[in-house]
Protein backbone atom coordinates (compact mmCIF):
# COMPACT_ATOMS: atom_id res chain seq x y z
CA UNK A 1 0.00 0.00 0.00
CA UNK A 2 1.52 3.29 -0.81
CA UNK A 3 2.33 6.17 2.18
CA UNK A 4 -0.92 8.38 2.46
CA UNK A 5 -0.60 11.18 0.52
CA UNK A 6 -0.40 14.49 2.39
CA UNK A 7 -2.59 17.80 2.73
CA UNK A 8 -0.21 19.89 1.48
CA UNK A 9 0.17 17.45 -1.91
CA UNK A 10 -3.71 17.31 -2.12
CA UNK A 11 -3.39 21.47 -1.56
CA UNK A 12 -1.23 21.46 -4.20
CA UNK A 13 -2.81 19.92 -6.81
CA UNK A 14 -6.33 20.92 -5.98
CA UNK A 15 -6.65 23.37 -4.19
CA UNK A 16 -6.65 26.31 -7.21
CA UNK A 17 -8.83 23.63 -9.26
CA UNK A 18 -11.71 23.90 -6.11
CA UNK A 19 -11.65 27.36 -5.59
CA UNK A 20 -12.35 28.14 -9.50
CA UNK A 21 -15.22 25.90 -9.38
CA UNK A 22 -16.58 27.51 -6.47
CA UNK A 23 -16.52 30.64 -7.86
CA UNK A 24 -17.92 29.22 -11.28
CA UNK A 25 -20.92 27.95 -9.28
CA UNK A 26 -21.69 31.47 -8.32
CA UNK A 27 -20.48 33.25 -12.00
CA UNK A 28 -23.82 35.57 -12.49
CA UNK A 29 -23.77 39.19 -12.08
CA UNK A 30 -26.87 38.83 -9.50
CA UNK A 31 -26.50 40.38 -6.03
CA UNK A 32 -26.65 36.68 -4.64
CA UNK A 33 -23.51 35.67 -6.72
CA UNK A 34 -21.81 38.71 -6.30
CA UNK A 35 -22.12 38.55 -2.37
CA UNK A 36 -21.47 35.05 -2.16
CA UNK A 37 -18.36 35.48 -4.35
CA UNK A 38 -17.52 38.30 -2.25
CA UNK A 39 -17.96 36.57 0.95
CA UNK A 40 -15.66 33.40 -0.45
CA UNK A 41 -13.01 35.87 -1.30
CA UNK A 42 -12.70 36.80 2.60
CA UNK A 43 -10.62 33.69 2.41
CA UNK A 44 -10.72 30.03 4.16
CA UNK A 45 -8.88 27.00 4.39
CA UNK A 46 -11.49 25.23 2.44
CA UNK A 47 -10.92 21.82 4.56
CA UNK A 48 -14.28 20.86 4.27
CA UNK A 49 -13.97 21.11 0.30
CA UNK A 50 -10.65 19.28 0.28
CA UNK A 51 -11.79 16.70 3.36
CA UNK A 52 -13.47 14.36 0.67
CA UNK A 53 -10.55 14.87 -2.02
CA UNK A 54 -7.83 13.66 0.77
CA UNK A 55 -9.37 10.59 2.05
CA UNK A 56 -10.81 9.81 -0.88
CA UNK A 57 -8.06 9.64 -2.68
CA UNK A 58 -6.07 7.81 0.44
CA UNK A 59 -8.82 5.23 0.21
CA UNK A 60 -7.87 4.54 -3.42
CA UNK A 61 -10.49 6.85 -4.91
CA UNK A 62 -10.68 8.90 -7.86
CA UNK A 63 -10.70 12.35 -6.79
CA UNK A 64 -12.89 13.71 -9.75
CA UNK A 65 -15.35 11.86 -8.13
CA UNK A 66 -15.13 13.74 -4.68
CA UNK A 67 -14.48 17.34 -5.59
CA UNK A 68 -18.42 17.72 -6.22
CA UNK A 69 -19.28 16.60 -2.68
CA UNK A 70 -16.29 18.50 -1.20
CA UNK A 71 -17.75 21.65 -3.41
CA UNK A 72 -21.17 20.69 -2.51
CA UNK A 73 -20.37 20.49 1.20
CA UNK A 74 -17.86 23.80 1.36
CA UNK A 75 -21.15 25.62 0.15
CA UNK A 76 -23.12 24.32 2.86
CA UNK A 77 -20.42 25.51 5.05
CA UNK A 78 -20.46 28.95 3.59
CA UNK A 79 -24.48 29.25 3.74
CA UNK A 80 -23.99 28.54 7.59
CA UNK A 81 -21.38 31.11 7.89
CA UNK A 82 -23.09 33.92 5.95
CA UNK A 83 -25.96 33.66 8.29
CA UNK A 84 -24.09 33.24 11.90
CA UNK A 85 -22.14 36.36 10.92
CA UNK A 86 -25.74 37.63 10.93
CA UNK A 87 -27.53 35.86 14.08
CA UNK A 88 -24.33 36.85 16.31
CA UNK A 89 -23.58 40.76 15.49
CA UNK A 90 -20.00 39.83 13.65
CA UNK A 91 -18.60 43.39 11.71
CA UNK A 92 -15.87 41.61 10.11
CA UNK A 93 -15.30 38.06 8.95
CA UNK A 94 -11.15 37.44 8.51
CA UNK A 95 -10.71 41.45 8.87
CA UNK A 96 -13.41 42.54 6.12
CA UNK A 97 -16.70 43.35 6.46
CA UNK A 98 -19.24 40.96 6.95
CA UNK A 99 -21.84 40.75 4.19
CA UNK A 100 -25.36 41.75 6.50
CA UNK A 101 -22.89 44.96 7.05
CA UNK A 102 -22.48 45.54 3.26
CA UNK A 103 -25.92 43.87 1.91
CA UNK A 104 -27.98 44.24 4.94
CA UNK A 105 -29.89 41.62 7.23
CA UNK A 106 -32.57 40.96 4.63
CA UNK A 107 -29.78 40.25 1.70
CA UNK A 108 -27.57 38.42 4.19
CA UNK A 109 -30.47 36.03 4.74
CA UNK A 110 -31.46 35.78 1.17
CA UNK A 111 -27.18 34.99 -0.04
CA UNK A 112 -26.72 32.07 2.86
CA UNK A 113 -29.88 30.60 1.20
CA UNK A 114 -28.61 30.81 -2.30
CA UNK A 115 -25.61 29.36 -1.26
CA UNK A 116 -27.41 26.55 0.54
CA UNK A 117 -28.96 25.72 -2.28
CA UNK A 118 -26.24 25.79 -4.89
CA UNK A 119 -24.93 23.57 -2.77
CA UNK A 120 -27.86 20.92 -2.39
CA UNK A 121 -27.72 21.05 -6.37
CA UNK A 122 -23.94 20.53 -5.86
CA UNK A 123 -24.51 17.03 -4.13
CA UNK A 124 -27.79 16.24 -5.89
CA UNK A 125 -25.82 16.25 -9.05
CA UNK A 126 -22.60 14.35 -7.80
CA UNK A 127 -24.02 11.11 -8.55
CA UNK A 128 -24.06 10.58 -4.81
CA UNK A 129 -26.43 7.97 -3.85
CA UNK A 130 -29.71 8.65 -2.31
CA UNK A 131 -29.01 7.44 0.92
CA UNK A 132 -25.92 10.18 1.33
CA UNK A 133 -28.12 12.81 0.01
CA UNK A 134 -30.71 12.26 2.55
CA UNK A 135 -27.59 12.30 5.16
CA UNK A 136 -26.38 15.35 4.13
CA UNK A 137 -30.21 16.62 4.60
CA UNK A 138 -30.10 15.25 8.19
CA UNK A 139 -26.51 16.67 8.88
CA UNK A 140 -28.08 20.48 7.67
CA UNK A 141 -30.91 19.68 10.04
CA UNK A 142 -28.43 18.87 12.58
CA UNK A 143 -26.54 21.90 12.11
CA UNK A 144 -29.30 24.43 12.29
CA UNK A 145 -30.16 22.61 15.36
CA UNK A 146 -26.39 22.95 16.07
CA UNK A 147 -26.65 26.51 15.55
CA UNK A 148 -30.74 27.09 17.55
CA UNK A 149 -29.32 25.37 21.03
CA UNK A 150 -26.65 27.61 21.04
CA UNK A 151 -29.18 30.38 21.26
CA UNK A 152 -30.78 28.39 23.80
CA UNK A 153 -28.03 27.96 26.18
CA UNK A 154 -27.90 31.37 26.54
CA UNK A 155 -31.09 31.96 27.92
CA UNK A 156 -32.22 32.20 31.40
CA UNK A 157 -32.60 28.73 32.95
CA UNK A 158 -36.56 29.22 32.89
CA UNK A 159 -36.64 29.33 29.04
CA UNK A 160 -33.97 26.58 28.14
CA UNK A 161 -36.56 23.86 27.73
CA UNK A 162 -34.08 21.84 30.11
CA UNK A 163 -31.18 22.24 27.84
CA UNK A 164 -28.36 22.84 30.47
CA UNK A 165 -25.45 25.37 29.94
CA UNK A 166 -23.28 22.38 30.95
CA UNK A 167 -20.54 20.87 29.17
CA UNK A 168 -23.00 18.39 28.04
CA UNK A 169 -24.93 20.81 26.51
CA UNK A 170 -21.94 22.06 24.80
CA UNK A 171 -21.29 19.25 23.48
CA UNK A 172 -24.66 18.45 22.15
CA UNK A 173 -24.77 21.92 20.52
CA UNK A 174 -20.94 21.48 18.85
CA UNK A 175 -21.84 17.89 17.94
CA UNK A 176 -24.59 19.52 15.57
CA UNK A 177 -23.60 23.11 14.79
CA UNK A 178 -20.00 22.26 13.61
CA UNK A 179 -18.87 18.69 13.98
CA UNK A 180 -21.91 17.03 12.13
CA UNK A 181 -20.44 18.78 8.89
CA UNK A 182 -16.81 17.43 9.23
CA UNK A 183 -18.87 14.24 9.62
CA UNK A 184 -20.28 14.79 6.40
CA UNK A 185 -16.84 15.11 4.99
CA UNK A 186 -15.66 12.22 5.79
CA UNK A 187 -18.40 10.19 4.67
CA UNK A 188 -17.97 12.15 1.31
CA UNK A 189 -14.44 10.46 1.26
CA UNK A 190 -15.66 6.90 2.16
CA UNK A 191 -18.29 7.50 -0.46
CA UNK A 192 -16.46 8.80 -3.20
CA UNK A 193 -13.83 5.60 -3.07
CA UNK A 194 -16.71 3.37 -3.15
CA UNK A 195 -16.65 2.36 0.51
CA UNK A 196 -18.96 0.10 1.62
CA UNK A 197 -21.58 1.24 4.62
CA UNK A 198 -19.99 0.30 7.62
CA UNK A 199 -16.64 1.94 6.39
CA UNK A 200 -18.70 5.08 5.56
CA UNK A 201 -20.05 5.17 9.54
CA UNK A 202 -16.84 4.85 10.89
CA UNK A 203 -15.26 7.53 8.51
CA UNK A 204 -18.58 9.83 9.88
CA UNK A 205 -17.88 8.95 13.43
CA UNK A 206 -13.86 10.11 12.35
CA UNK A 207 -15.51 13.30 10.71
CA UNK A 208 -17.66 13.69 13.94
CA UNK A 209 -14.76 13.88 16.77
CA UNK A 210 -12.69 16.18 14.67
CA UNK A 211 -15.05 18.47 14.29
CA UNK A 212 -16.17 18.30 18.09
CA UNK A 213 -11.97 19.30 18.46
CA UNK A 214 -12.22 22.00 15.95
CA UNK A 215 -14.89 23.15 17.84
CA UNK A 216 -13.15 23.26 21.23
CA UNK A 217 -10.31 24.96 19.20
CA UNK A 218 -12.13 27.54 18.02
CA UNK A 219 -13.56 28.09 21.57
CA UNK A 220 -10.18 28.46 23.14
CA UNK A 221 -9.12 30.65 19.94
CA UNK A 222 -11.03 32.98 20.72
CA UNK A 223 -9.75 34.06 24.40
CA UNK A 224 -6.05 33.43 23.67
CA UNK A 225 -5.58 34.36 19.94
CA UNK A 226 -7.18 35.89 16.86
CA UNK A 227 -10.34 35.02 14.67
CA UNK A 228 -10.09 37.76 12.62
CA UNK A 229 -12.83 39.72 13.99
CA UNK A 230 -11.18 42.89 15.10
CA UNK A 231 -10.83 41.48 18.58
CA UNK A 232 -10.57 38.80 21.09
CA UNK A 233 -13.09 37.75 23.58
CA UNK A 234 -16.24 38.06 21.53
CA UNK A 235 -18.03 35.37 22.48
CA UNK A 236 -17.87 36.62 25.42
CA UNK A 237 -19.45 39.92 24.54
CA UNK A 238 -22.21 37.98 22.06
CA UNK A 239 -23.11 35.90 25.32
CA UNK A 240 -22.21 32.80 23.87
CA UNK A 241 -22.01 29.23 26.30
CA UNK A 242 -18.32 28.60 24.71
CA UNK A 243 -16.66 25.22 26.32
CA UNK A 244 -14.76 27.07 28.77
CA UNK A 245 -17.68 29.18 30.15
CA UNK A 246 -19.68 26.14 30.74
CA UNK A 247 -17.10 24.55 32.39
CA UNK A 248 -16.86 27.14 34.70
CA UNK A 249 -20.24 27.32 35.10
CA UNK A 250 -19.63 23.70 36.45
CA UNK A 251 -16.89 23.88 38.46
CA UNK A 252 -15.94 27.62 39.70
CA UNK A 253 -16.97 28.91 42.96
CA UNK A 254 -20.41 30.21 43.44
CA UNK A 255 -19.05 34.02 43.71
CA UNK A 256 -16.92 33.63 40.60
CA UNK A 257 -19.51 31.62 38.62
CA UNK A 258 -22.70 33.83 39.21
CA UNK A 259 -20.46 37.25 38.53
CA UNK A 260 -19.46 35.51 34.79
CA UNK A 261 -22.54 34.52 34.25
CA UNK A 262 -23.90 37.73 35.09
CA UNK A 263 -21.44 39.48 32.36
CA UNK A 264 -22.53 36.49 29.79
CA UNK A 265 -26.23 37.43 30.21
CA UNK A 266 -25.74 41.13 29.65
CA UNK A 267 -26.70 42.37 26.00
CA UNK A 268 -23.87 42.40 23.72
CA UNK A 269 -24.44 46.24 23.25
CA UNK A 270 -23.98 47.06 26.50
CA UNK A 271 -21.51 44.98 27.10
CA UNK A 272 -17.93 47.32 28.00
CA UNK A 273 -14.56 45.76 26.89
CA UNK A 274 -13.76 46.17 30.93
CA UNK A 275 -16.93 43.41 31.38
CA UNK A 276 -14.83 41.36 28.80
CA UNK A 277 -11.67 41.53 30.33
CA UNK A 278 -13.04 40.69 33.88
CA UNK A 279 -14.89 37.63 32.83
CA UNK A 280 -11.89 36.58 31.07
CA UNK A 281 -9.66 36.77 34.08
CA UNK A 282 -12.52 34.82 36.03
CA UNK A 283 -11.83 32.16 33.11
CA UNK A 284 -8.42 32.07 33.49
CA UNK A 285 -8.96 32.07 37.65
CA UNK A 286 -11.07 28.91 37.74
CA UNK A 287 -8.67 26.95 35.57
CA UNK A 288 -11.65 27.10 32.47
CA UNK A 289 -9.14 27.99 30.17
CA UNK A 290 -6.09 25.43 31.24
CA UNK A 291 -9.13 22.63 31.28
CA UNK A 292 -10.57 23.59 27.57
CA UNK A 293 -6.81 23.00 26.61
CA UNK A 294 -6.47 19.67 28.65
CA UNK A 295 -9.88 18.48 26.79
CA UNK A 296 -8.27 19.20 23.82
CA UNK A 297 -5.08 17.01 24.24
CA UNK A 298 -6.59 14.37 25.56
CA UNK A 299 -9.07 14.39 22.47
CA UNK A 300 -5.94 14.56 19.99
CA UNK A 301 -4.01 11.88 22.02
CA UNK A 302 -7.41 9.87 21.46
CA UNK A 303 -7.84 10.86 17.73
CA UNK A 304 -4.00 9.54 17.11
CA UNK A 305 -4.99 6.27 17.92
CA UNK A 306 -7.38 6.04 14.82
CA UNK A 307 -6.82 4.53 11.35
CA UNK A 308 -8.20 7.49 9.76
CA UNK A 309 -5.56 9.54 11.77
CA UNK A 310 -3.25 7.68 9.41
CA UNK A 311 -5.26 8.46 6.59
CA UNK A 312 -5.49 11.98 6.96
CA UNK A 313 -1.68 12.58 8.28
CA UNK A 314 -1.87 16.29 9.75
CA UNK A 315 -5.16 16.93 10.08
CA UNK A 316 -5.61 16.95 13.90
CA UNK A 317 -2.60 18.94 13.87
CA UNK A 318 -3.95 21.72 10.99
CA UNK A 319 -6.88 21.78 13.44
CA UNK A 320 -5.09 22.66 16.29
CA UNK A 321 -2.41 24.88 14.37
CA UNK A 322 -3.92 28.42 15.77
CA UNK A 323 -3.87 27.43 19.96
CA UNK A 324 -0.80 25.18 19.68
CA UNK A 325 0.85 27.58 21.61
CA UNK A 326 -1.59 27.30 24.67
CA UNK A 327 -1.46 23.83 24.54
CA UNK A 328 0.14 21.56 27.37
CA UNK A 329 3.82 20.32 26.19
Not at 288 to 296: F, M, Q, T
Amino acid sequence: MNAPVSLAAIVERHAADVEARLVAALASDSVLDVASRYHLATGGKRLRALLPIWLGTNLGGDPEAAIPLGLGIELLHNATLVHDDLQDGDRTRRGEPTVWTVWGDAQAINVGNHLFFVGVDHLARSGADAAFLSRAARVMIDVVGGQALEFQLQLPADHRDHVGATVAGWERMARGKTAALFALCAEAGALSAGADPGERARAAAFGSDVGLLFQLQDDLLDLVGDKGRGETATDIAEGKISYPVAWAKENAGEAARMRLMAIIRTPREVTSRAMVEEALGILRDVGAIDAAARRIGDMWRELRESRYDALLPGLVERVLEPVRHALPA
